[in-house]
């Protein structure tokens, strides 16, 4: 378990990907983290699939964290998030604006009873400008931010890139700012409020596209898999799926010729890159080449050449990539209720330190008791009233 | 309000990769003094596709950051990097797996002289396993990641993301680690090394379609703009362009029926549930047939204005030229005006860090090559002007004096 965030303890109220995501990569640093959840729990608890009633994107989500539910509507509820975010140095929340200020926990409730907490909210739209009660999923947030519009070809309808992109990067942008502000913290005591939103992800995501149009005063169409000055730069058909082979260099360029035998016709780099037919025909010479061997032999064949490529991976092979598991990228870890079960590992390698995912998202309201009775020293007959009474 | 970045030295290695460049540009933001080493030409960065658009990029990328070109294979200009180190808080090292070590710049000898600095490796495939040494290009990483598998149209072939997508998801990661180091360094007083790859990056970003496998042993494919667990959810051609309608619930989708005046749709039975909708049948493609025969007659700000009111999750897929001038994005500052001695941008990227007291900021685009090399070494090392000369004239350094 990474000891870096030991101490540091997170109330967590979010749901689906982009909130849970930030408050999962603060669990994998060592940071006790409690989700508060209403009774019935956040979405992805009623997403299938679902292993003995435990739902699997809810468990991978949110490794390492605690869960207690609070029917935060009734003010004796709310009163228990006053005594918890008393003993909590971060609330993180990707609820709506608007709807922590009617629950009477947003940042100024909160930062009256604990000058030190960190607030932090991410959501679609932020919490200010013309959109911000707009409703958001990542789809929208890469349709109106432009990133549809510069992904696939141009012959086909704008695409979005397949991951939730805008939720990922929403998510990691909370946690740096959230950790940016421990650290100022512990010289000035005092919190601060962060306020992230995934449709801002967009122009990061743009950084190139945006310096291309300072350059040329104008988009590009849609490239699909070329690029704007490497050719070769595709993906091609092999025996047993795909295979991107892009080529930086004349020297690369000689060498890809030797491997597919091709005419003299084609010798000048510069002069393929730069006739249509050539490129076409080079197109499908490489396609003839790839699509006789499979997509192992192709790539093994190639990389001895020193040409750039890589066969196209689904799911089920890199989830038994020799890498992935070296570096520990899918874990096994054991659920109270669910047993046994693989999930994505931590990225953030910190050698001494590194960042784990040693448990998977716990059922819902599972340390209730824990967390009333240790934290808050409530006796157990308080907590049997507080369930008697929907409170938690 | 003083923020303890403004104390931090930061050394950034980049040459062609973006994650370094991202990962300095967030430090850089959040008021860090961030020193870009370059090669005595400049870093690929500048040169990339043309020489126009490669300083636009760089401009973007090395944001706030003074630079210092330094020729690194020889070892007088390695002296020079080993005594910024003694100074520096974090290396960030974007170079490529043993490219430092092969100029004589060793983690081990860095630490000894400076207990409490945190070096940043950022490479394609880390610094261990297999891969090691294999050609480094982001799209590469998006192939064997799976990333393209995912991406495209169901009929067509797996599809490219932007050519920096898993740069920039590492470079932000790498950043998240540099910071979680600084928090443990005020307890230990001992620097880290870090080690990430943008592979490792790029599997826990799959987490919507690993779950698919792991439970059922399914493996998803691309499938163009429909989502993998509900429906409608696509993009839908209309007069001048495209739109997503997203609907997630039951009451979504009743108002979309109703607001495309097909409020008779909710009672069939077939059409129950968001996984009926998605999975039964022909349904989706029923479903998003008559959809778009609705949409193909109405503009974007008519199904906009019509679905806002219906609270329907709407959004018209906006182009460029659309998102540079978009009044959200300049009212969240996420495109500046930014105009100084010797530059003006009309749409510069701002900061997403949006901190009440530490916000991040942008001061001014990237250094032009060589402009801040005689600054660092006298303000970091306190180099003579005799010295510096020697050095120039030795062609180890390069740039204003």
Redesign the interface.
Same mark, same amino acid.
């Given at each position: 378990m990474s000891?870096?965030?030991e101490g540091i303890r997170v109330l967590e109220l979010t749901a689906v990907?982009n909130g849970p995501y930030s408050g999962g990569?603060l669990a994998e640093?060592g940071a006790e983290v409690i989700k508060v959840e209403p009774p019935d729990g956040e979405i992805q608890r009623r997403?299938? #699939?679902m292993?003995k009633g435990q739902a699997?994107?809810y468990m991978?989500?949110n490794p390492n964290k605690k869960s207690i539910t609070l029917n935060l509507k009734e003010k004796k509820a709310q009163e228990i998030f006053y005594q918890l975010a008393k003993e909590s140095d971060v609330v993180l929340e990707n609820n709506t604006p608007g709807v922590m200020e009617r629950l009477r926990i947003g940042w100024e409730d909160i930062r009256k009873i604990n000058p030190r907490i960190i607030y932090a909210s991410t959501t679609g739209?932020?919490q200010?400008? #013309?959109?911000r009660n707009? #409703?958001?999923?990542d !789809?929208?947030?890469?349709?109106?931010?432009?990133?549809? *519009?510069?992904?696939?070809?141009s012959s086909?309808?704008?695409?979005?890139?397949?991951?939730?992109?805008t939720d990922?990067?929403a998510g990691?942008?909370t946690?740096?700012?959230i950790?940016? +502000?421990?650290?100022?913290r512990?010289?000035?005591g005092?919190g601060? =409020?962060?306020?992230? +939103?995934m449709?801002?992800?967009?122009? $990061?995501?743009?950084?190139?596209?945006?310096?291309?149009?300072?350059?040329?005063g104008?988009?590009q169409d849609r490239l699909?898999?070329a690029?704007?000055?490497l050719f070769p730069?595709n993906?091609y058909?092999t025996r047993d799926g795909?295979?991107?082979i892009?080529v930086e260099d004349q020297n690369q360029w000689e060498k890809l010729s030797e491997i597919l035998g091709l005419s003299d016709v084609f010798k000048d780099h510069e002069k393929v890159r730069n006739l249509k037919e050539l490129r076409s025909e080079v197109e499908a010479l490489i396609d003839r080449w790839t699509s006789s061997r499979s997509k192992a032999d192709a790539e093994k064949e190639l990389?001895q050449g020193g040409i750039?490529?890589?066969?196209?991976?689904?799911?089920?092979?890199?989830?038994a990539?020799?890498?992935?598991n070296?570096?520990d990228?899918?874990v096994t870890v054991e659920q109270q209720i669910a047993g046994t079960?693989?999930?994505?590992? &931590?990225?953030?390698?910190?050698? &001494?330190?590194p960042?784990t995912v040693n448990a998977p998202g716990s059922p819902l309201g599972y340390h209730t008791d824990e967390i009333l009775g240790d934290l808050l020293g409530l006796t157990p007959e308080d907590i049997v009233s507080l369930r008697q009474n929907g409170i938690v | 309000?003083s *923020? =303890?970045?403004n104390e931090l030295l930061v050394l950034e290695l980049t040459n062609s990769h973006?994650h370094s460049a991202?990962a300095g540009r967030?430090l850089g933001e959040?008021g860090a003094r961030v020193i870009e080493i370059e090669p005595l030409g400049g870093s690929s960065l500048r040169k990339y596709?043309?020489e126009?658009?490669g300083? @636009?990029?760089h401009?973007? @990328?090395q944001a706030n950051k003074e630079n210092i070109c330094l020729d690194l294979p020889n070892k007088p200009a390695c002296d020079i990097l080993k005594q910024l180190s003694e100074k520096a808080d974090i290396i960030l090292d974007g170079l490529g797996p043993g490219v430092t070590l092969g100029y004589g710049i060793d983690y081990k000898d860095l630490k000894q002289a400076n207990p409490r600095l945190i070096y940043t490796s950022i490479t394609t495939?880390?610094l !261990?396993?297999?891969?090691v040494g294999?050609?480094d290009?982001d799209?590469?990483?998006q192939?064997?990641?799976?990333?393209?598998?995912?991406?495209?149209?169901e009929s067509? $072939?797996?599809? =490219?993301? *932007?050519?920096?997508?898993s740069d920039?998801?590492t470079g932000?990661?790498a950043?998240?680690?540099c910071?979680?180091?600084?928090? !443990?360094r005020?307890h230990s007083n001992e620097g880290?090394?870090?080690?990430? +790859?943008n592979?490792?990056?790029i599997?826990?970003?799959?987490?919507?379609?690993?779950?698919?496998?792991?439970?059922?042993?399914k493996?998803?494919? =691309?499938n163009?703009?429909l989502?993998p667990?509900v429906a409608p959810?696509n993009?839908y051609?209309c007069k001048d362009g495209?739109?997503?309608i997203?609907t997630?619930s039951n009451p979504q989708w009743e108002s979309l029926a109703r607001a495309i005046g097909r409020g008779d749709l909710i009672s069939e039975p077939d059409y129950k549930t968001p996984?009926d909708r998605r999975f039964k049948g022909d349904n989706v493609k029923n479903l998003d047939g008559i959809i778009e025969g609705w949409t193909i007659n109405h503009s974007k700000n008519e199904i906009l204005e019509i679905m806002?009111q219906a609270?329907v999750?709407?959004?018209?897929?906006?182009?460029?030229?659309?998102?540079?001038a978009?009044?959200?994005?300049r009212?969240?500052e996420?495109?500046l005006t930014l105009t100084g001695d010797g530059f003006s941008?009309d749409?510069f990227?701002?900061s997403?860090?949006?901190?009440?007291?530490?916000k991040g900021c942008i001061f001014r685009p990237g250094p032009s090559l060589g402009m801040s090399t005689g600054k660092v070494l006298r303000d970091v090392l306190g180099y003579s002007e005799e010295l510096i000369n020697d050095l120039r004239d030795r062609s180890l350094v390069w740039g204003r004096i």
């Open positions: 000891k870096i965030l990907i990569l640093l997403i299938a #699939p292993i699997f994107g991978q989500y739209y932020g200010s400008g #013309p959109y707009y #409703p958001a999923y !789809s929208l947030a890469q349709a109106r931010g432009g990133i549809m *519009s510069i992904t696939g070809d086909d309808p704008p695409v979005k890139t397949g991951p939730s992109v990922f990067l990691a942008h946690t740096l700012c950790l940016a +502000a421990l650290w100022q512990s010289v000035t005092s601060q =409020r962060v306020d992230i +939103a449709y801002d992800a967009a122009i $990061p995501y743009l950084y190139e596209e945006i310096a291309a149009l300072m350059s040329r104008e988009q699909g898999n690029h704007k000055s730069h993906v058909g795909h295979i991107f892009l990389m750039p490529c890589s066969r196209v991976n689904y799911i089920d092979e890199v989830i990539d020799p890498v992935m070296e570096h990228m899918f079960i693989k999930i994505p590992g &931590s990225c953030l390698n910190i050698l &001494s330190d960042g | 309000m *923020s =303890r970045f973006c991202y967030l959040l596709s043309s126009s658009y300083s @636009y990029l401009a973007i @990328y495939y880390g !261990s396993g297999a891969y294999y050609p290009h799209v590469l990483a192939a064997r990641g799976g990333v393209m598998s995912l991406t495209g149209m067509g $072939p797996p599809t =490219r993301t *932007s050519l920096t997508m920039l998801i932000l990661h950043a998240i680690c910071v979680a180091s600084l928090i !443990s005020d880290k090394f870090i080690d990430m +790859a592979f490792d990056t599997a826990t970003h799959l987490k919507e379609f690993t779950t698919m496998f792991l439970v059922e042993n493996v998803l494919r =691309r163009g703009n989502s667990r959810y993009a051609k495209y739109v997503v997203a997630a996984y806002n609270h999750p709407c959004a018209p897929v906006q182009d460029l030229s659309s998102v540079i978009d009044e959200h994005l009212h969240r996420m495109l941008f749409y990227p701002g997403m860090l949006k901190l009440s007291e530490t």
